[in-house]
């Protein structure tokens, strides 16, 4: 199953990456790889994670990575990565699902 990532989750783990850039360039490349990779292997089981709670009507599942959290869908034809979140971030704020 292919996955793809929205233009906020792109964003997101560049967002990520200059954070943690700031103190530890070499751990920021990294630990985008991880995340990136982690969002590959969704693919192996993409129904592997359970929904999240209050999210279950939109599908939302997260898997989650050193506090970050990656939000995603798992449709027909691929997953979808909605928004890659840091540590008490807001899922209401950056899913903005009504």
């Not at 129904?47 to 279950?56: A, D, F, I, Q, S």
């Not at 540590?87 to 903005?96: S, T, Y």
Request: proline residues 5%.
């Amino acid at each position: 199953m292919k996955v793809v990532l929205s233009a906020g989750a792109v964003a997101d783990l560049k967002r990520i990456g200059r954070f943690i850039a700031q103190d530890n360039p070499v751990r920021a490349v990294s630990f985008v790889g991880e995340l990136r990779g982690m969002a590959r292997r969704l693919a192996e089981v993409p129904n592997g994670v359970p929904l999240v709670p209050r999210y279950e009507r939109h599908g939302i599942r997260r898997r989650s990575r050193g506090g970050y959290g990656i939000l995603y869908s798992v449709l027909t034809d691929r997953i979808f990565i909605h928004r890659i979140i840091g540590p008490g971030q807001d899922h209401d704020r950056a899913l903005r699902l009504r």
